[in-house]
Nanobody, 122 residues
Framework: QVQLVESGGGLVQTGGSLRLSCAAS????????MGWFRQAPGKEREFVVA????????YYADSVKGRFTISRDNAKKTVYLQMNSLKLEDTAVYYC???????????????WGQGTQVTVSS
């Protein structure tokens, strides 16, 4: 497992942008698929985006396609989530996750960060 720490959350107006970062510890970061999930109050945690260990494959939820971009820098052991054209419904706690293979489900990932709050206001 790896230790994950998210940062970059905050308050932004609709249409604005934020970039989240997830810094990992451990020497095996480059072998892990990475994902971002989010959880709004009263709702289940939902998949947002994911990227394979090499960065060659990415998955996106339909709700964020064309607005969010995931990337990773294995040398820096960091994965990024660039969020543009933010909407009110993007408000949630965003979690970074690591797992042995890329996937859409929570069960694909076995290491999780503590989460970072993203609030989009009108």
């Amino acid at each position: 497992q790896v230790q994950l720490v998210e940062s970059g959350g905050g308050l932004v107006q609709t249409g604005g942008s934020l970039r989240l970062s997830c810094a990992a510890s451990g020497r095996t970061f480059s072998t892990y698929a990475m994902g971002w999930f989010r959880q709004a109050p009263g709702k289940e945690r939902e998949f947002v985006v994911a990227i394979s260990w090499s960065g060659a494959t990415t998955y996106y939820a339909d709700s964020v396609k064309g607005r969010f971009t995931i990337s990773r820098d294995n040398a820096k052991k960091t994965v990024y989530l660039q969020m543009n054209s933010l909407k009110l419904e993007d408000t949630a706690v965003y979690y970074c996750a690591a797992g042995p293979r890329i996937g859409y489900g929570v069960s694909n990932y076995d290491s999780w960060g503590q989460g970072t709050q993203v609030t989009v206001s009108s």
